[in-house]
């Protein structure tokens, strides 16, 4: 079943095309490999219900009938000072998507990714507020899961999320 993108839409299950994936990938060099169309469209679906379940955005949605997070009513401008239109998908969203489904297309689960990271020490205190993790030597956090992160840090509320500059939960 094709993708439905349309800003706003009540059935809406994608931010970004599956061609506009493609060629994200390619000119990122990033290879899935030979997944075919569909499942990439499922893997799409799932980065799209990822972001939105995992990520407080800024603003309110746009319509209270749309099926996604994005396009939202945003009173503040972006990082760069212009203005986020309630029709318009952020790039930086969409690319934030497309680097989610290549995890998704490669055979990893984001919730578990962490490319080989060998976590040594977790901790989380509650209060106050805590958390800890220490990595064994050269190991580190997932680059895609940095990327996520770097690519939201614009339109995410402070401390949302995963990845580099968010919060993250590591399971010992």
């Not at 893997?43 to 219900?49: G, L, S």
């Not at 994005?70 to 029709?87: A, E, K, Q, S, Y």
């Not at 969203?93 to 020490?121: H, R, W």
Request: no cysteine; net charge negative.
């Amino acid at each position: 079943m094709a993708l439905v993108t349309t800003p706003g839409s009540p059935t809406a299950d994608s931010y970004g095309t599956l061609a506009d994936f493609k060629t994200y990938t390619t000119n990122m060099g990033l290879d899935y490999g030979t997944v075919a169309d569909d499942a990439l469209e499922a893997d799409m679906r799932r980065a799209t219900a990822y972001l939105d379940r995992t990520y407080k955005f800024i603003g309110t949605r746009a319509q209270s009938d749309q099926a996604l997070q994005w396009p939202r009513l945003v009173t503040d401008n972006d990082d760069d000072g212009f203005n986020i239109p309630d029709t318009t998908i952020p790039q930086q969203v969409i690319d934030a998507q497309f680097e989610v489904a290549f995890v998704y297309a490669s055979g990893n689960d984001l919730l578990a990714y962490n490319d080989g990271a060998e976590i040594k020490v977790s901790e989380v205190r509650a209060g106050p507020v805590s958390s800890k993790t220490e990595y064994v030597s050269g190991s580190q956090e997932s680059s895609e899961v940095a990327a996520i992160g770097h690519l939201l840090s614009g339109y995410v509320v402070a401390g949302s999320g995963t990845g580099s500059g968010f919060t993250r939960v590591s399971r010992a």
